[in-house]
Nanobody
Framework: QVRLVESGGGLVQAGGSLRLSCAVS????????MGWFRQAPGKEREFVGLINSTGGSTYADSMKGRFAVSRDDAKNTMYLQMNSLKPEDTAVYYCAAGLTRRAGTINNYRADYWGQGTQVTVSS
């Protein structure tokens, strides 16, 4: 059985921080790379960041220095730490596993497994 369940979303003021969690039931060798995406109403889904099997991470330019993807294998959980949040970060955030970069692209990925999403709202 494959399941990804996000939690930790909510309302936060601009400049604040929030940590999202994703409980992962996918086997480790099928899960990596795993990461996060987000989608705001009326906008395309966009890549946020990922973590690979060796612990290395990759982020979209707008998230670098503010967001960090991490994992806790003992808890089968992946995290997205978000700092210095801005109103434009407001979106539904999705965790995903089994990411594959689309040929000829940079930071454009498909994923084998998806969570249901969690809402993050940043107020000004």
């Amino acid at each position: 059985q494959v399941r990804l369940v996000e939690s930790g979303g909510g309302l936060v003021q601009a400049g604040g921080s929030l940590r999202l969690s994703c409980a992962v039931s996918v086997r480790t060798f099928r899960a990596y790379p795993m990461g996060w995406f987000r989608q705001a109403p009326g906008k395309e889904r966009e890549f946020v960041g990922l973590i690979n099997s060796t612990g290395g991470s990759t982020y979209a330019d707008s998230m670098k220095g503010r967001f960090a993807v991490s994992r806790d294998d003992a808890k089968n959980t992946m995290y997205l730490q978000m700092n210095s949040l801005k109103p434009e970060d407001t979106a539904v955030y999705y965790c995903a596993a089994g990411l594959t970069r689309r040929a000829g692209t940079i930071n454009n990925y498909r994923a084998d497994y998806w969570g249901q999403g969690t809402q993050v709202t940043v107020s000004s």
